[in-house]
């Protein structure tokens, strides 16, 4: 309850502070992830860069560095120090214990870092997580007067009932803690309508939407580019016999890969059905689990192959594929997976699982198609594979899709939210 209580007192101050001023084309973008994990904030980063802004891009960084956008003049990057490798969350309880240290560790190292940067107008960060991201927005804007932005991914609430259940404590805490600590903020960007409509009836506004978008280096390519890029992929595959499915999955518990393995194997029952090459990318906790349930559970006409692609190979491998297979299980209901819009980057029309947002990018039989259980992910598979009709039908929906990018979206969305004051 003080927790609330201090939460509540802090949002107070922050109403009765008025907005102060922005006077620089600065902005600090927070990531508390692997920077070069977090697509998207690399993009806003290298978008606001592009406009001429000084961005200071905080997050975690393995050896190779920040990712793909280190060298941009205009971005500076920091990397925030990790704890040792032994204090991980094994279990339930070792989670309850080591998190409150592992964000105790984490708001020093980053407040240290956030006061040696020069002072920014603007600090973006990602929702989720919010703790302690929310509260280091508020705490530099009572501090330096740095505007406090977030960008809305998804609710955190709602992947920790994930793992804790939807009525732990916890979780409800959490909500509370998203929800009022929102308020405070100077703006909110969202990835859906979905989830715009959602934070307003939480009377969290101003509130716009900027959808992910592919960057320019996820394109379409023609077929016989395709034959000189198979080579990425690291099994024989040939484009004349067979079809090429490509899935991605960070194998956690929101995408169900069994799913999709059930509706496999139903093909695999189909009579003449044309031979398959599953690709399915992406590293995790589930993936040894998979390769032993496949080496068990052999598919005759639907080969696997399981590999991880570097960033520079994995556009050019899926822009092999004939289709994709999205099984994104929103947590929230109102996040869009980002790697259904890289493979429309890349031209590529996809079956995606149900769920309540995902109609804002899927569009059924125009880019692809919508599954609500395994065997109409199975009936879909099919006859993109049978049907050379639907198949390029799709494809061309796709490759229609694939002409919206990231700048074009940004451009026209955000750069009218981030105003200096003369
Ligand atoms: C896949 O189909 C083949 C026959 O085409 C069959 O022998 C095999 O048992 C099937 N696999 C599974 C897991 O059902
Ligand atoms: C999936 O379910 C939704 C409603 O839950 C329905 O509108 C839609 O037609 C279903 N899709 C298919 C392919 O049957």
Redesign the pocket.
Known sequence: MLAIRILLFLSAVIFINSRRSAKSKRIIILVLGRIDQSPRMQYHALSFAKQGWKVDLVGYQDKKGPGLFQNHPNIQSYAIPTLPGSLTFRSRLSFLLVAPVKILHQLLSILFILFKIKQASYFLVQNPPSIPTFLLGHVLYLLRGTRFVIDWHNFGYTILALKLGKEHPFVKLLRIYERVLAKGAFLHITVSYSMQQVLLEWGIRPCHVCYDRPPAHFQPVQDATRKSNLHVIPEEFNPEKEKLLVTSTSWTPDENIYALWDALKMYNETRNAVPLLVLVTGKGPGKPDFVKHLQKNPLGKVRFCLPWFSSEDYPRAIACADFGVSLHQSSSGHDLPMKVVDLFGCGVPVVAW?FPAISELVHDHKNGF???DSN?LFKKIELLCSDEHVLQSVRQGAFEESKNRWDDEWNKKIPRLFTIDS
């Open positions: 149900n919508i599954a609500n109409e």
